[in-house]
């Protein structure tokens, strides 16, 4: 789902009529994540070989793109690529595939896990989803039309939704740790990491800490009506920080905020199987998690 509705921002992608696309992209995150042998059926070959045909699509959406006539064409994100495209010199072919390429990856692989264990966590926390069912009800019952989309001002006004999102990026951690390269000589408690070097920086334990979080494992939206701003800064950066935020940080929480304002105003979810979390090392359940899902009346 995450990544059909991302292709369709994207090119206006129809999982109807075109390729499928996410189990490509789910080999390709498996394989990330791999010993890095490029061997018939190992998770790395997968990897590659979906890589390829993934650029291969995306070549081809380029090219059917660009021979639509300009007034037929879909308002997207890639019509807006193309139309800078005589503006910006950077842009040419193999940028615009590669960014489609990378956009739709970041779009759905941390969205998808994350979507999931809010959905378990929720089931498995009453209040919380009554609580988040209340403030959306809350919503829906100030508009004049009912029936009207999410506005940017409701988006904005959704505090328990946020603290929920927030809650549950705190215990999805989707990169166990960010790589960098020592520049120098560093000089750690006794120990010297050389220059050149690798360094992994566990910024996954951050948000685990017990003298930053009480009872960090425990599933507790409400803990952020108090947590002081210096706080979150030092030890929750579930998108990363600086300058290389991750680009779908706002993405993910927009998607997240419109999915659960659908979900709980129109259908009521109750758990049925599943749930377990493991990580290798990326966030992952080990049965899946199966939720029944019912149209309220």
Known sequence: MACDFG??????YDPERQEKLSDKYINLSQGLMSLPLNIPGTSYYRCLKDQKKLISIMNDVLNTRRSMPPENRPNDVLDHILQDMTAEKFINDDFIVNLLFGLLYVSFDSLSSTLALAMNLLAENPLALEALTAEHEGVVGKREGQHSSITWEEYKSMTFTHQVINETL???????????KARKDIHVNGYTIPRG?????????LPLNPDTFENPLTFNPW??????????????????????????????????ST???VLVTKYRMTKISGGDVVRGPMLRFRNGIHVNISKKT
Request: hydrophobic content about 40%.
């Open 7 to 12: 292709a369709k921002q994207l090119f206006s």
């Open 170 to 180: 705190r215990l999805q951690n989707g990169s166990p740790g960010l790589l960098r």
């Open 197 to 205: 070097w690798a360094i992994m920086t566990l910024t996954s334990a």
């Open 223 to 256: 803990r952020w009506k108090d947590i002081e701003p210096k706080s979150i800064y030092k030890n929750f950066a579930p998108f990363g920080g600086g300058m290389k935020q991750c680009a779908g940080s706002e993405y993910t929480r927009l998607f997240l």
């Open 259 to 261: 999915f659960f304002h």
